[in-house]
C-alpha cells in the first residue's frame, strides 16, 4: 500500500473530498501546504492542476467549477497566499460556484508571533465565503478525529447546497511537514444529506396564474445562468403567452423561441413615450446580476411597479427599489408550474406582441447602421459572433467584450460565461482557461486588452489546452472609458482611464506556445478564422486591432439611432 502524509487531518481531508465527489484540484506550490498536496495526490482520486500563482489558480478553479459544475478543491500555501484567492472567492460567492478553499496555516500558537509567512488566516475570506471552518493541527485522540471528519462534512455540503458557494478550510499544519505512513485502511466516515424538491401546491401555482393573468403585463427578465434544458422549456411555453414579454441576456444561456434577447439594442432605439407605453406592471427576474443599466434605469422609474425575483438566496435582492415578493425556488421548478397555470388565461392583450414588434424595428434599424459602419470594435465584433463554431463555449471577458456580445446573435453558442458576479476584470484569461480544463469542447475567450494585460499570469499556466483560442480586442487600452458618458469627457480620460497598455502579444503569444495571429481589417479576420479554430495542435491567440476613437465615435452612433 503506497505511503501517504503523516498528518492525518490531510489524510481525512483527501478522503472525504473524493467521497463528495470533488474531481478537479488545483494546487499552489508551498512548504506548509506539502502534507495536504502530498495526500491530495496519493489519494488518487484527482484530476489536479499545479499553478504558481494563487490568483490565477483560483480564477482557473473557478471556471472548473463553472463549466463542471462539481466543486473545485484549491490548495495554498500559509502567509498572502491565501489572499491572493480572494477576487475569484468573491466571484464565486456572487455567482454561487462552489469552491472549496483549502489554506495551510501554522499552529495557533504562533500566530502574531513574528513567525515567517505568518498572518490571521482564519475567517479571512469570511464576508465572501459562506462559511469558515478551522482545523487544529494534530488528530491525536479519537474525539479530535471526529471532530475533523463532521467539520470537513459540513464544509463540502455547505458549499454544495441548498445553494452552492465558496467555503474556506483552514488546517494547521505543524512540522515536520513530508513525514509519510501508512494509510488508514478505514474509510472516512461520509455525511450526506437530503434536500426536498420545493414545488408550489396546485393551488398556490393557480393562485399566481390568475394573479399574473391578462390584461397584467408581464415582464420576466433573465440574468446570468446555467444553460438547463428544462428552465429553457418553461421559459419557451411562457413566450407563447400575449401578456408576458421575457428579456434575457447573452450569458443568462436561455435557448428559447421567443425571448427578446438584445436588451439595450431595444431600448436606445425607442423614443420616450413608446418606452412609457410598454412599461410592465410585473417583473420577475431570476439568475445572477442584469448587465443592462438601461433596463434597470428604466425599470427603476417605472412607478407602481411590482417586482418579483425568482431563486434561492440569503438575502432579498431589489435591483429596481420595487421588491414585492421573494420566490424561493429553483426557477426552472417555479417557471415550469407558472407557465401551465398561467395557460387557461389566454386573452387578447397585445403586450408581448407591443414589445416583439418594437424589437424587430429597433434590430433592423441597427443592423442597417452596423452593416454601413466602418471599422471598429463594433464590426469586429459581430464578425467575432457570427464565426463561433457550433458546440463552443464563449468566456467574455468584462468591459468591452461582454458589453458588444449583448448587441449580435448568439442563439447558437453552446454556453457564455462571464464574470458577472462582481464584474471585475482580472482572471478572466485564468477563468476561461480553467473551464476550457472542465471542457472536452471547444473553448473562446473573448477579451479586451486591458482585460488581457491584467492576467497575463494566466497564460503562462501549464497543461492549456489546444481547444483553448483566446482572442483579444486590442483597442489601445480600456476602450469602455472613451463611451461612457462619466469618464468620455474629461481630459484625464486617456491617461487615468484608458491606460498605457503595452501589450506584445506576438511575443508573449508566441513564448507561452500559443499560435498568433493579427488581423485589421474585416478581410484579414475573414482570411483566417478558420484556420484559427481548427487548428487542434496547440492553443491560439488572435489579436485584432481596432481603431479605439473610431470604435467609440461608431457605439455612440449606434445607441443614438432611435425609430
Not at 102 to 117: G, L, M, N, T
Not at 536 to 557: C, Y
Request: proline share 5%; glycine share 8%.
Amino acid at each position: 500500500m503506497e505511503l501517504t502524509s503523516d498528518h492525518d487531518s490531510c489524510v481525512i481531508l483527501a478522503g472525504l473530498l473524493a467521497h463528495h465527489g470533488v474531481k478537479h484540484v488545483v494546487v499552489s506550490p508551498g512548504s506548509r501546504n506539502a502534507p495536504l498536496a502530498v495526500a491530495v495526490n496519493r489519494q488518487g482520486a484527482f484530476d489536479i492542476k499545479v499553478i504558481i500563482d494563487e490568483r490565477s489558480a483560483a480564477f482557473a478553479a473557478l471556471g472548473m467549477a463553472s463549466i463542471s459544475g462539481l466543486p473545485t478543491a484549491l490548495i495554498c500555501t500559509s502567509g498572502t497566499a491565501l489572499l491572493n484567492y480572494a477576487p475569484a472567492v468573491a466571484e464565486a460567492y456572487y455567482r454561487q460556484i462552489p469552491l472549496i478553499v483549502i489554506s495551510a496555516d501554522r499552529p495557533q500558537e504562533w500566530i502574531d508571533q513574528d513567525d515567517s509567512q505568518t498572518i490571521r488566516q482564519f475567517r479571512a475570506l469570511d464576508n465572501i465565503v459562506k462559511n469558515s471552518y478551522d482545523l487544529p493541527a494534530f488528530t491525536s485522540t479519537d474525539n479530535l478525529r471526529w471532530l475533523v471528519n463532521r467539520t470537513i462534512n459540513d464544509a463540502i455540503l455547505c458549499a454544495t447546497e441548498p445553494h452552492r458557494g465558496p467555503v474556506h478550510i483552514n488546517i494547521q499544519i505543524d512540522e515536520p511537514l513530508g513525514g509519510l505512513k501508512k494509510p488508514d485502511c478505514a474509510a472516512p466516515r461520509t455525511i450526506s444529506t437530503i434536500w426536498p424538491t420545493g414545488t408550489l401546491t396546485t393551488a398556490a401555482a393557480r393562485e399566481l396564474g390568475r394573479e399574473l393573468a391578462s390584461p397584467m403585463r408581464v415582464m420576466v427578465i433573465a440574468g446570468f445562468g446555467v444553460p438547463s434544458k428544462r428552465l429553457s422549456l418553461a421559459i419557451q411555453k411562457l413566450c407563447t403567452l400575449p401578456n408576458v414579454a421575457v428579456l434575457t441576456e447573452a450569458q443568462s444561456n436561455v435557448h428559447a423561441t421567443g425571448t427578446i434577447p438584445h436588451i439595450d439594442t431595444v431600448l436606445s432605439a425607442l423614443p420616450s413615450e413608446r418606452l412609457c407605453s410598454l412599461r410592465p406592471d410585473v417583473v420577475l427576474t431570476f439568475g445572477g446580476s442584469i448587465l443592462s443599466r438601461m433596463v434597470k434605469a428604466y425599470l427603476r422609474a417605472c412607478p407602481d411597479l411590482r417586482h418579483w425575483h425568482v431563486g434561492i438566496n440569503d438575502h432579498s435582492i431589489d435591483c429596481f427599489q420595487a421588491l414585492e415578493r421573494r420566490i424561493e425556488m429553483d426557477p426552472e421548478l417555479f417557471f415550469g408550474q407558472l407557465a401551465s397555470a398561467m395557460s387557461p388565461h389566454r386573452s387578447g392583450c397585445g403586450y408581448a406582441m407591443e414589445w416583439h414588434r418594437a424589437a424587430e424595428e429597433a434590430l433592423n434599424a441597427k443592423d442597417g447602421f452596423t452593416a454601413s459602419a466602418p471599422w471598429s470594435d463594433l464590426r469586429a465584433m459581430k464578425a467575432v459572433m457570427e464565426s463561433v463554431p457550433k458546440g463552443c463555449n464563449l468566456q467574455l471577458s468584462n468591459g468591452t467584450a461582454v458589453r458588444y456580445a449583448q448587441l449580435f446573435p448568439h442563439g447558437n453558442i453552446h454556453r457564455i460565461d462571464c464574470n458577472r458576479g462582481v464584474s471585475g476584470i482580472d482572471g478572466c484569461t485564468s477563468t476561461a482557461i480553467g473551464a476550457a480544463m472542465a471542457y472536452t469542447g471547444k473553448t473562446l475567450l473573448v477579451t479586451g486588452d486591458m482585460s488581457a494585460q491584467y492576467d497575463l499570469g494566466g497564460l503562462a499556466m501549464p497543461d492549456i489546452p489546444s481547444s483553448m483560442k483566446i482572442i483579444v480586442l486590442n483597442n489601445g487600452g480600456g476602450g469602455i472609458f472613451r463611451f461612457i458618458k462619466s469618464t468620455s469627457s474629461l481630459d484625464e480620460l486617456e491617461r487615468f482611464f484608458v491606460g498605457d497598455v503595452r501589450l506584445p502579444l506576438r511575443q508573449l503569444a508566441e513564448g507561452f506556445g500559443f499560435r498568433y495571429y493579427e488581423v485589421d481589417s474585416e478581410s484579414g479576420f475573414g482570411n483566417c478564422i478558420n484556420d484559427f479554430y481548427s487548428d487542434d495542435t496547440r492553443p491560439a491567440l488572435m489579436n485584432i486591432i481596432t481603431p479605439g476613437e473610431v470604435s467609440a465615435k461608431v457605439l455612440t452612433g449606434y445607441f443614438n439611432i432611435k425609430i
